[in-house]
Nanobody
Framework: QLVESGGGLVQPGGSLLLSCAASGFNISGHAMSWHRQVPGKAREFLVGLTSANRNMKTADSVKGRFTISRDNPKNTVYLQMNILQPEDTAVYYC???????????WGRGTQVTVSS
């Protein structure tokens, strides 16, 4: 399973670091990515890393502000979010896709609210 943490309330212009801890499998053989969703809208891909640690195409909405990183020994993926804006308010999800089986695992999400 995947468990996200680090969400919360932050002021516009602030930063947050989200974590996604995996258990029951090793993330080293998986592409990892972050997504977000607001009520009434489709889930949006933001950033991702292949199992070879190569960046996937980053969403224009977060380019230059959000950075994904992975720590395979800790079995954890991170999302550093900077210069947060109210439109970044959403539930943020972590996803793992196996290189071998293409099986997809989602976390339950963590709420991020950007407001003054």
């Amino acid at each position: 399973q995947l468990v996200e943490s680090g969400g919360g309330l932050v002021q516009p212009g602030g930063s947050l670091l989200l974590s996604c801890a995996a258990s029951g499998f090793n993330i080293s053989g998986h592409a990892m990515s972050w997504h977000r969703q607001v009520p009434g809208k489709a889930r949006e891909f933001l950033v991702g890393l292949t199992s070879a640690n190569r960046n996937m195409k980053t969403a224009d909405s977060v380019k230059g502000r959000f950075t994904i990183s992975r720590d395979n020994p800790k079995n954890t993926v991170y999302l550093q979010m900077n210069i947060l804006q109210p439109e970044d308010t959403a539930v943020y999800y972590c996803r793992a896709v196996s290189d071998f089986t293409n099986h997809s695992t989602w976390g339950r999400g963590t709420q991020v609210t950007v407001s003054s």
